[in-house]
């Protein structure tokens, strides 16, 4: 239910008589006005490719910027709501400015470019309050990350602006393809989104989504046992 309100969705939810996800028990409809929130993808690399349609399968409005013309196409972006040919820190300051971008949105920085990221990191990582996005990641090797770091931090970006940042971006699931790392980088949105460890199942007890079960107190009879 949670997850469909915060994916702007609207959809029949079926739970049993304990609130599980399953059997037949009450039928909840779930109607949301708000629209769906934005993945912005900068760079527009094979990675991203894949990232477009992870984001898009997880039902974002998929946003792809870069600076350079000849990777910035449609036709390399199907599955894209979005793609802008523009500077990004130029283009994420206008997005700003017109509300685009907001307290439900996620930025993924893939460029590997101190040129394209450092200034779009500078400013995402500034945001504060509603402004602030849900998640900031950036793409890169570890040797990629420290250089990133000295340069934020050469640009006055805090210690408590760098905590937000999630670098190198993704969970460790060891992949190789774009596809892999795609995969690795929509489990730590979800996870960053809903609270998950990022741990295996088996590896954890108790309530498996914690807050559909808070959420639907209200809405279970309580009187089973009288």
Wanted: proline fraction near 5%; hydrophobic fraction near 40%.
């Amino acid at each position: 239910m949670r997850g469909l309100l915060a994916a702007g969705r609207t959809d029949v939810l079926t739970y049993g008589p304990d609130g599980e996800r399953r059997g037949e028990g009450m039928r909840v409809f779930v109607q949301s006005w708000a629209p769906k929130p934005r993945m912005v993808i900068f760079g527009a690399v094979d990675f991203a490719q894949a990232l477009a349609e992870q984001g898009r399968f997880l039902g974002f409005h998929v946003v792809v910027c870069d600076a350079r013309p000849l990777f910035a196409t449609a036709a390399r972006f199907p599955d894209a709501d979005e793609v802008i040919v523009d500077w990004p820190d130029r283009w994420l300051g206008q997005a700003l400015e017109s509300g685009a971008i907001d307290h439900r949105s996620v930025l993924c920085v893939l460029t590997h470019d101190p040129k394209f990221d450092v200034g779009v990191l500078e400013i995402a990582l500034r945001l504060n309050g509603d402004r602030a996005p849900a998640f900031i990641g950036a793409m890169g090797s570890r040797s990629t990350h420290d250089d990133r770091l000295r340069r934020l931090r050469k640009r006055g970006i805090s210690e408590e602006e760098l905590a937000r940042l999630s670098s190198p971006i993704g969970l460790h699931l060891g992949g190789r393809t774009p596809q892999e790392t795609a995969l690795s980088i929509a489990a730590e949105i979800v996870a960053s989104r809903w609270g998950g460890t990022g741990r295996r199942l088996s590896e954890e007890a108790g309530p498996i989504h914690r807050d559909d079960v808070g959420a639907l107190e209200d809405l279970i009879p309580h009187d089973r046992e009288r």
